[in-house]
Each structure stands twice: as structure tokens, then as C-alpha cells.
Nanobody, 121 residues
Framework: QVQLVESGGGLVQAGGSLRLSCAASGSISDINALGWYRQAPGKQRELLAGISQRETTTYEDAVKGRFTASRDNAKNTVYLQMNSLKPEDTAVYYC???????????????WGQGTQVTVSS
């Protein structure tokens, strides 16, 4: 069983940057892929990015060019660098252990508890 813990959220002004971290309890080398999601109030949880063991990445259009996923296998941690933040990026951000197949990310059953990101205008 994988345990995931997100950190790095906070309050930032529009145009600013944050880097989220997701630390896994075990070796992330054993996980096919990890994904980043977010959920804003009153909205469904949405996929933002996925990163495979080979560091292949996929991004949704809403964040492409602004957000970058990366991983450090030695630290069992994945990151989400978020630049040019907008008020509409305000949400709780989650990481997930899943699968990357043919460049598409598929979520698994293991989720972190989430970290709040608030972007002020």
C-alpha cells in the first residue's frame, strides 16, 4: 500500500509561483506513474499532469506551458512546479499513484490528503 503526502501549498498572488511536493511512503520506482489533480469548490476533481517511471509527462491544456511535473526517485518524491498562477488555479491539489499507458494517465486507488493552493487577484 502506498501512502502519499502533499505539501507546498499556500497563498500566492496572481502571476506568482509555487512548487508542490508529493512524498511517497515507499519507493516511487515501483509505481508506474504518478499524477497531479486538483479540485476546486463545487467542481469535480480534474487531472493536471502525469509523470511515468521514465519521466514521460502528460499535461492537460489548462496547465500546459505553466506547470511542470518532475520526480526524484532517490527522495521518493514527485513535484509540481506551478508558474504564472491565476485565481482560477485556486483549489486543493492532490497526487495519485496510477498508470501511464500510451501517453495517457489513468488514476489508481491511492491518493494523498491534498494541499490547498489559493491564488489572489
Amino acid at each position: 500500500q502506498v501512502q502519499l503526502v502533499e505539501s507546498g501549498g499556500g497563498l500566492v498572488q496572481a502571476g506568482g509561483s509555487l512548487r508542490l511536493s508529493c512524498a511517497a511512503s515507499g519507493s516511487i520506482s515501483d509505481i508506474n506513474a504518478l499524477g497531479w489533480y486538483r479540485q476546486a469548490p463545487g467542481k469535480q476533481r480534474e487531472l493536471l499532469a502525469g509523470i511515468s517511471q521514465r519521466e514521460t509527462t502528460t499535461y492537460e491544456d489548462a496547465v500546459k506551458g505553466r506547470f511542470t511535473a518532475s520526480r526524484d526517485n532517490a527522495k521518493n518524491t514527485v513535484y509540481l512546479q506551478m508558474n504564472s498562477l491565476k485565481p482560477e488555479d485556486t483549489a486543493v491539489y492532490y497526487c495519485n499513484a496510477g498508470l501511464m499507458v500510451s501517453g495517457s494517465y489513468y488514476p489508481g486507488d491511492f491518493w494523498g490528503q491534498g494541499t490547498q493552493v489559493t491564488v489572489s487577484s
